[in-house]
């Protein structure tokens, strides 16, 4: 079974912290992808990732950089914690094929105060 | 624009059968998904569509109409745990574009 996990459950942080959301999968998939879920907007990709050491924004990438400097591992950070940075964020991971399917981490809830 | 459209929510008795439409407009279709999240969870690969027809796998059967921009998916046998927000979602080249989901509540 392909395994996301995500650290974090949970996070509270302050504004204007610097925030790091870390994810890891064992599947050795080439792709990697952040998202933000809230209520009435669904799904929405901040950053994802084809390789090693390369991103590509999404959708609302303003505020968060990545990085991803093993095949297995990326990181969400938010630069600057904001309020309205307080989320349900979700990691996934996918082959580099037509079928890419992905799968998700339990994801990670952060409030932002 | 791109924007995929299913209902917000909808309600179904135990045992029944409920179909769930998802309507997209986007550049690009490598193909389309249907994930099931239950609440506070992680979404779940359901189904995936690239051809136009059905695609049966056991109570959950899913349909696309790439002409038409539509899929739905069909669950028969309701049960009080297919209680789940249900996402349909279009891939493009790597990404995936996510209609806001669909809310199902099973009634006794």
């Known amino acids: 079974d392909v395994k996301v996990t995500q650290s974090s459950r949970y996070l509270v942080k302050r504004t204007g912290e610097k925030v790091f959301l870390e994810c890891v999968q064992d599947?050795?998939?080439?792709?990697m992808f952040w998202y933000r879920q809230d209520p009435g907007l669904g799904l929405r990709l901040i950053y994802f990732?084809?390789?090693?050491?390369?991103?590509e924004k999404g959708d609302i990438p303003e505020g968060y950089s990545v990085s991803r400097e093993k095949k297995e591992r990326f990181s969400l950070i938010l630069e600057s914690a904001s309020t309205n940075q307080t989320s349900m964020y979700l990691c996934?991971?996918?082959?580099?094929?037509?079928?890419?399917?992905?799968?998700f981490g339990a994801g990670t809830r952060l409030s932002v105060l | 624009g791109q924007n995929i459209d299913q209902p917000t929510e909808m309600t179904a008795t135990e045992g029944a059968i409920v179909q769930i439409n998802c309507t997209y407009q986007?550049?690009?279709?490598?193909?389309l998904f249907w994930y099931q999240q239950h609440a506070g969870e992680a979404p779940t690969f359901l189904s995936y569509?690239?051809?136009?027809g059905l695609e049966e796998k056991g109570r959950f059967s899913s349909f696309l109409s790439r002409s038409k921009g539509y899929s739905y998916l069909l669950l028969k046998e309701l049960q009080m745990k297919d209680s789940a927000s249900y996402l349909c979602?279009?891939?493009?080249?790597?990404?995936?574009?996510f209609g806001t989901g669909t809310r199902l509540k099973v009634l006794a």
């Open positions: 996934a991971s996918s082959l580099d094929n037509p079928k890419n399917i992905q799968y």
């Open positions: 599947m050795d998939h080439e792709n």
């Open positions: 990732s084809y390789d090693v050491k390369m991103k």
């Open positions: 986007t550049s690009g279709f490598n193909g």
């Open positions: 569509n690239v051809l136009d």
């Open positions: 979602a279009v891939s493009g080249t790597y990404k995936y574009i």
